[in-house]
């Protein structure tokens, strides 16, 4: 297991989407509770901080920084554009692509594949169903969450009540392209959800809600590192 | 070789786009040439008239006739859109999905591909390069039409230009998924484009402005449909 | 008042929008009974029959036809796009622009009022504010229907629960540009609802489920049409 | 004429854009030096630096930064957006709103000016033509700048090429709401041509390339500062 900027598996990845909760000096609060978890715990955690927050996280905290989008376009006259350079520059290490909150294109998607690559940042790709899954890995992301998107804030874990999109997706991944990295996202709230999640083939968990707006995302998070490392430790 | 309203292959697909050379009763002039092109020389065509005028276009022609676009969406409330239930009501066989001036969502490409299938039509799905035709095949289309889009209307066809395109999409198809047909596109003016194509390991071509905007039509298509022919046989 | 293809005031407009009961032969079936019921009452019905079955409701019967939907192009490479030149070569006299589920951009609302005038059709623009109802008029749209999304098929008619946002976008029109002719939609579905929206000022009504998804349609536009004569002759 | 963090005129609005020349460091860069030349002429400059470099800038300067694109979302579950409430958290003082490279609905033009006022935050909306300037002008925006897209980016002025369509916005925003202010843009390269654009009614320019792309950025723009300052010295 790696920490610090570095990532490794298994891996909590905390999208902090833009709620109140999570904008402004908030960002940095919630980066911080993370990185106290990860170095606790030994346990890779990434976060992903509202893009007008994102080079104050990078700057004070020692976890993985992503931004929550990126463009498709190269440096150039595209007015409110997030460009891979850009992230590169404030120091984030990669970006979530294709977030059901923000879908691109196909062709987009591997346009900027390619660019986060070629510019040595990571992706982390989402997708909603196992055949988009399968169409993702052949893209060849750093990371693909399998979310569904009707799941997405309920506190209805996709490990439990959509098993076979999780199996699903991490036998369509292992057959295109087995060197991508496999997350689930979608109503993950508790350690035992992450754990669940690993069981059945992932390599950990993207989520948002649980963590931003619980009344204490601190237990909550350390929940889910337990949660993670029991089950990791079991799959070795 | 099948003809009429059954696709077969080598495959000669028209998209009629919305010129003015193709709206209005001239969708009408351009399939008739295409049924006779058909007929003449029993290879399969297809064609693509503009949305107002696909159901005109099906009643008076007996070739295959697709949709150029369909939203992701079931029959509801959607001002505006175009629904697979309506495409088979009109009596068109399939349609287009993607095309590089008709982009879409990856998630809505996975949805548009399962309500065709799961209505009994066709798909013909456009991507731009051996990494999106890899994943556009992870979606298994009936057809999958790889064109480069800097070559779209240039008259350079993407056989003779960009080689290595098309015969990294072919086996890039292969590999995922052999049951999806290739097609190029890009470029694509006479027979000896439609030959050269069918020679890199296609089943054939789809193409626009050579045909609905050529001074004769009907030489162009027919010159398309010897080079088809042609380099088909030399493959058996 | 005017009928057959002449629009005129008041106006009841039916968005037949793309339901499984307005697909296809059913397209031609409500277009029918708008019609009888128009001529019966002499009062003016507008249909917008779903794109793929325009050309076949403008044949087949003679009250005015629009579009639910036009794009910003002209005649051209243009995949899948509707143009206003094959609206009016398929017999149509106008198009639904900017519904509130097929928003567009500002600067392509001003492309397509400029691109409908310039070919003689008549423009009906959507919005769903006092506020975007009175930059709507600034582009001098033909016919203005203001529509609050959140009432859109409920039921609840805008002219009882919003009677502040018609009379608003009423006297923001008059104040702007006095030429356009004010509608206003979302949750009509009785003849009371049609005469109340003409008391507060509008020219008549925009609506679809409650004729579309209607056991009855005829028996339903004939409530509407009697309700929008009743209210239109007290206003003289 | 006013200084340092509230917006004055003439105002010279200057875009970053997200140039290799502006993003990163270089964003703090090009921001320092408008704080120089406005600080040395008496002349209101504003900045739009790249998103994630916005809070960056506006900690080190003391003009108004504006933001280049806000989303017309409340906070909350919206993965990759730009808030505004994240805009005010950051200290930037407003925001550009539906530029040419960022095309906004006309709904969410409404909706996005509704919240950077109740915010407490400036709105600079741009618009294409004169029609659609009528229309904007009707949404109450703070400051609206109208911008031929064809001429952006080309060195030509539109205030030379074009006058009629700034002469146009100028009289069509008096008209409809004479408490917004009119910049133009478009090809401002000199000092010249931001004279001329304040001659011909305008109070300032928006621009972009001529600045950020510069040799020298510092002397193009203590030329504009200058032409600027000549031209409103006679309009008084």
Chains 1, 2, 3, 4 share one sequence.
Not at 42 to 68: C, N, R
Not at 136 to 142: E, F, I, K, N, T
Not at 228 to 235: D, G, N
Request: hydrophobic share 45%.
């Amino acid at each position: 297991m790696v920490m610090s900027e570095k990532l490794g598996y298994p891996l909590i990845a905390l999208n902090f989407k833009v709620y109140l909760e999570s904008i402004g000096e908030n960002a940095l609060r919630l980066a911080k509770i993370a990185e106290d978890v990860a170095r606790e715990y030994g346990v890779s955690i990434m976060v992903a901080p509202p893009l007008l927050d994102l080079e104050k996280v990078v700057k004070e905290v020692d976890i993985p920084v992503f931004a929550q989008h990126v463009d498709p376009y190269s440096p150039g006259g595209h007015t409110g554009a997030i460009v891979v350079e850009d992230i590169k520059a404030v120091g984030a290490v990669g970006s979530i692509v294709n977030h059901s909150e923000r879908r691109l294109l196909l062709a987009d998607i591997g346009k900027i594949l390619k660019r986060l690559r070629e510019n040595g940042l990571l992706s982390l790709l989402c997708a909603d169903t196992v055949e988009t899954t399968r169409a993702g890995a052949a893209l060849a992301p750093d990371i693909l969450a399998v979310e569904p998107p009707e799941l997405i804030g309920t506190g209805i874990p996709v490990s439990k009540a959509k098993p076979e999109i999780v199996v699903g997706a991490v036998e369509a991944v292992k057959k295109i392209n087995p060197e991508v990295h496999v997350l689930c996202g979608a109503g993950i709230s508790t350690g035992e959800d992450v754990a669940k999640a690993i069981e059945l083939g992932t390599e950990g968990v993207l989520l948002s809600s649980a963590y931003v707006k619980a009344k204490d995302p601190r237990k909550v998070l350390k929940d889910m590192a337990e949660g993670a490392l029991r089950s990791w430790e079991k799959k070795d």
